[in-house]
């Protein structure tokens, strides 16, 4: 499903942020999704969100990070 500039997985729904595989008309996050098998991008998804953000500081006017 796609809203605006969002893909969304057709199988588990999980927001697709890489290149989705696409079958038809149907957008899918991996090869388990698009065979109807239950898949783990969502769990990869937070893992990689939760290491681009580990460890950051807070950003300053500027935009760059202070680490701490």
């Known amino acids: 499903m796609r809203t605006e500039d969002t893909i969304w997985c057709d199988g588990c729904g999980v927001e697709i942020v890489w290149t989705p595989l696409m079958v ?9 999704c698009r065979g109807g098998i239950p898949c783990e991008c969502s769990a990869l998804e937070e893992l990689d969100e939760y ?5 950051q500081g807070p950003v300053t006017e500027a935009g760059t990070l202070q680490h701490a």
Request: aromatic share 14%; hydrophobic share 15%.
């Open 24 to 32: 038809d008309r149907w957008d899918f996050c991996c090869q388990d």
């Open 51 to 55: 290491r681009r953000t580990r460890g």
